[in-house]
C-alpha cells in the first residue's frame, strides 16, 4: 500500500478476505495480514448461501462464485433406506435462490483474486503478536518471517483471526459456551452409489449417529461427517481409516454405497462460544473469532462474510469523514451479536435434534419430519432461514420512520433483490441499477419521490445519499407511492418515508 492504511484486518480466511475487499472498494487504505505462509486448502466450508451471494453481487464478484460452484438441488433425509424428507429452494425470492456449493478454499481464492483486482494484496506469514488500543487508535506489534519485528499505528483494527483470536484475548473479552463431548469424524472423498442426484445432500439418521453427504464442486467429490458417540477422551479422536469411513456408512445409508480417493480425513468436535460485543473502541471482532457454533446448517462462514459486509460500509463512511463514528459503529455489534445468537441457537438445535439417542424421541422426530416437511409454508420458511434471506435487524438503533402498512418491508429487513433480467427491465436513464457495484458507501432512495425533492435531497446529502432513484422491485409494484431509504449494504433505514423523513435521517448521521 503507498498510503498510510488506516485499517489492520488481522486474519486472511474468508472473513477478513471479504472485509478487506469490501474497505477497498470504498477507497479506504487497508493492509491485511495472516500468520500462514498460504491459504488454507481445506475445503471446510462448503456452501454461499443466497444472501452471500446478493452482497458479493453488490461487491460486482458473485458471477466469479457461481461459475466457479455448483447450485444445491436440495436436501434429503433418511432414516435407512426410507426417505422422510426432502428440502429443495423451490419458492426462494433471490437473484441466486440456491445454496452454491462450492469449497472454502476456492472461495478464499476468488476472494483474494477480488481483493487484488481492488489493488490490495495479503502479507503471509505476518502475525499479529500484540495490541495496544487507546482512544485515537490502536499500536499493535508484527512478526515477519525471519523474526523482524514491526510496531505500527492504525486508525481501527479488524480481529479476523479465526476461533483462537489473539485479537479477542488481547482485549479480555469471554468467549462463552461449551464444547459438546460428542465425536465427529469428517473425510472428502468420491462416494459412489447415493441414492440422491449429484448436486442434492443427504442426511442419515440412525440409532447410532447421524451421518450426512455433501456434494461439492463439479468434480463429483463429496464430503461426508458422522457422529461417534460420546468422547470417551479428552483427547482428540485418532483421524478415521477409509475402512472406518466405510463400515459408518454401511451400517448408517445401507448397502450399495461406497467410498474411494480420500483426500482428507479428520475428526473434531462442536464449540458453541460467542463474545458479547463485537467492538471496543477502535477494535472489532468479526467472524469465527467472534462466534463459533456447530457446522449444521452450514452458517459459519456466511454469518461471518455477512459481519464483514455490515462492518464495512459504516467503518468506511467514518474513516472518510463523511458521516459520525459513534452511531454507526455502535450499530455493527447490535445487530450482528443479535444474529449470531440466533445462528448459534439454531444450529445448536439441529445439532441435538440429529444427535437424539432415544428411541421414543428418535421415532417421534422422524415422524414429526416427514409429516411437517411436506408444508409448503414450513419448507418455504427453512429455506428462507437457511439461505440466510430471512436475516433482518428489527431492532436496529438505525432503523428510522415505518409509515407503510404491515406485508410490505420494514426498516431493518431486507430490501427485496431482483434478477438481473427484471432490474434492467424497470430501470429508466434517471434511475439505478439496484446491486451495481459502487465505489462509495452510499444510502439510496427506492420508489417514487418526487425529482425535485429528490435533486435537494441529493445537494444536501451527496456524501451520504446516491443522486438517482432506484427502481422497486416487481414485488413491490403494488406499493404505490411509497418511497424507502436504503443502506449501503440493501437493509432498510426508513419505510414509506417522505423527503423531510429521509433528510432528518441523514442529517443525524453527518459528522
Ligand atoms: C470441518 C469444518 C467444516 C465447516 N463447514 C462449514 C460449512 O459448511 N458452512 C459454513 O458456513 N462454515 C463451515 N465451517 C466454518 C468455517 O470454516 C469458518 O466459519 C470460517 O473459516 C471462518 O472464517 P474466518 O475468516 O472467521 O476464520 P478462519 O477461516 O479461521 O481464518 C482466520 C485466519 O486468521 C489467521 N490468523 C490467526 N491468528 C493470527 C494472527 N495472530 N496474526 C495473523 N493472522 C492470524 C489464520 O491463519 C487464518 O488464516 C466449517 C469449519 C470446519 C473446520
Redesign the pocket.
Known sequence: MTKQPQVLV???????LTMAAELARYGIAVRI????FAP?DKS????VWSRTLELLDRAGCADRFVAAGMPAGGANFFHGEKRLARITFEGVESPFPYGLLIP?SETERLLIDHLASLGVTVERG????AIRPDATGVSVGLHHPGGHAETRRVDWLIG???????VRKALGLNFTGEALQTDWI?ADLHLDGLPVPQNELAIYFHAEGVLATFPFGRNGRHRIIADLGRATSTLPRPDPTLAEIQAVIDKRAGAGVTVRDPVWL?T?RINERKVADYRKGRVFL????AH?HS?AG???????MQDAVNLAWKLALVCRREARADPLLDSYSAERSLVGEEVLRNAGRLTRLALLRNPLARHLRNFLMSLVMRLKPVRRRLAQRLTELDIAYPDSPLNGHRCVPNGLPAPGERFPVEARAAQSDAASPDTISPDAPTSKPRFTVAGNIDGSEMEKLAARFGSLLHPAVQPLPRSLASAGAAVWLLRPDGYIAIAGCDAETIGAYLEKLLP
Open positions: 488481522a486474519g486472511a480466511g474468508p472473513v477478513g495480514i495472516d500468520k500462514a488454507s471446510k466450508a462448503l456452501v472454502q505476518v502475525e499479529l503478536s479476523c483471526d479465526g476461533a483462537h483470536s489473539v469428517l479428520s473434531f468479526a467472524g469465527d473469532a463459533i457446522p452450514g452458517q459459519g462462514m456466511n454469518t461471518g
